[in-house]
């Protein structure tokens, strides 16, 4: 499973940015039976989950992230979006993409959000 993240860049506290995962190469119902998710990791920490977005329609964010960050999925651009707004210092990642198909877990390149002002 290919996953191209893209949309990361540099914004000031308060802004934001809206991330982008697809993937190409996945057919349709393929595409549906997959749960996807974002992930993030800050230097020095551990890589942790921020929102997922499962098969069955279900969706999940981390606490720090409830009410600013929105996950969505179109199945016919084969993209998983993740809409962060209000953005805050401590948002600063490397953000990846997450898929996970048949209990195996397949990663995006990493892609680097850094709130500053």
């Known amino acids: 499973v290919q996953l191209q993240a893209s949309g990361g860049g540099l914004v000031q506290p308060g802004g934001s940015l809206r991330l982008s995962c697809k993937a190409p190469?996945?057919?349709?119902?393929?595409?549906?039976?997959?749960?996807f998710g974002w992930y993030r990791q800050a230097p020095g920490k551990q890589r942790d989950m921020v929102a997922s977005?499962?098969?069955?329609?279900?969706?999940d964010y981390a606490d720090s992230v409830k009410g600013r960050f929105t996950i969505s999925r179109d199945s016919s651009k084969k993209t998983v979006s993740l809409q962060m707004d209000s953005l805050k210092t401590e948002d600063t990642a490397v953000y990846y993409c997450?898929?996970?198909?048949?209990?195996?877990?397949?990663w995006g390149e990493g892609t680097l959000v850094t709130v500053s002002s």
């Open positions: 997450h898929a996970r198909q048949s209990d195996i877990d397949y």
């Open positions: 190469r996945m057919i349709t119902s393929t595409f549906w039976a997959t749960d």
């Open positions: 977005a499962s098969r069955d329609g279900s969706k």
